[in-house]
């Protein structure tokens, strides 16, 4: 019996340490950006590309009068597993992330991992931001450092067990955070800008794919439509299975907000096409070639 205890127990012990080391959060890369120069100006455009201050500004903050955004947080995410309140990154060294290094914002941006070591939850699109360009890090952490500071406290997350175990992540990001991009291959210099806008820095398919049982998405249903979260509508199928517009059409929505048949842009869309006006009309045309590349999948049966 003694020796069935002390088996049980090794097993017990060399279980627990592997799932220590399975749900390990990536390490910090002290060296992160080392040789790069920082550009705040094309810092801006990646900022307006991955949609930072439609989050991350306070909702009941007044809208802008072309004044820099003010990165206070206060938003409320509701979801199946809790609600998540997003947090103060303004440059604030207490309230926000001024105090961070340029290596801390890399992994908490890339790799949902906060400079204390845990976790960040998913509400959070770093499995998007994982493609992140180095230059455009570093780029975009010169100009978020420019922007005002806010004291403003960030909110703790309202989530409860077993979500609050924040370790799990780390089994959550293996089986969701992917190295390779959804359209794989080789593409055209503009179908290849438009996927990292897409599938990167503006994270189309966090808004229009559906998820899976444990909140991750569904690739297999990439931009094929999901259900809208607040629970009214859904969220429409973007594929060339649904969508007929030309690259042509495309461009003038991501400008103007108007679509073929002069209906406008509105709700979080609206908000998505305040930020991609301030890109160049290159990456608009970048976008539209990627929604044209992408494969076509049918309209989900409803639910």
């Not at 003694?2 to 060296?31: F, H, Q």
């Not at 201050?53 to 004044?67: L, M, R, Y």
């Not at 794919?209 to 809208?228: I, K, M, Y």
């Not at 690259?247 to 305040?274: I, K, N, Q």
Request: glycine share 10%; net charge negative; hydrophobic share 40%.
């Amino acid at each position: 019996m003694k020796r069935l205890a002390l088996i049980l127990a090794s097993c017990a012990i060399l279980g627990a340490a592997a799932g220590w080391m399975l749900t390990a959060p990536a390490p910090l890369e002290a060296s992160y950006g080392a040789g790069l120069t920082a550009d705040p100006d094309a810092g801006a455009l990646v900022f307006a590309a991955g949609g930072c201050a439609s989050c991350h500004t306070a909702p009941t903050a007044e809208p802008s009068d072309g004044g820099p955004p003010v990165l206070s947080g206060g938003l409320a995410i509701v979801s199946d597993f809790g609600t998540f309140h997003v947090p103060n990154i303004s440059p604030d060294p207490d309230a926000g992330i001024g105090s961070w290094t340029l290596a801390q914002f890399a992994r908490a941006v890339t790799q949902g991992v906060s400079p204390e070591g845990a976790h960040y939850y998913p509400a959070f699109p770093y499995t998007a931001y994982h493609h992140l360009a180095p230059q455009d890090l570093v780029d975009l952490h010169a100009f978020m450092m420019t922007l005002p500071a806010s004291a403003t406290a960030s909110v703790s997350h309202d989530v409860g067990f077993p979500f609050n175990v924040r370790r799990g992540l780390g089994v959550w990001k293996k089986l969701y955070l992917h190295e390779d991009y959804v359209l794989a291959g080789e593409h055209t210099p503009e179908v290849s800008r438009g996927r990292y806008l897409a599938e990167a820095l503006s994270h189309c398919a966090e808004c229009h794919t559906s998820r899976g049982p444990l909140g991750g998405l569904n690739r297999s249903q990439w931009l094929a439509g999901a259900p809208n979260p607040s629970g009214k509508g859904r969220i429409p199928n973007i594929t060339p299975a649904a969508l007929d517009w030309s690259e042509a059409d495309l461009v003038e929505y991501f400008t103007s907000g108007f679509t073929p048949d002069y209906d406008s842009a509105g709700g979080e869309m609206a908000e998505v096409v305040r930020n991609l006006v301030q890109l160049p009309q290159s990456d608009r045309a970048a976008i539209a070639a990627y929604l044209k590349a992408v494969p076509p999948v049918p309209n989900a049966p409803a639910e």
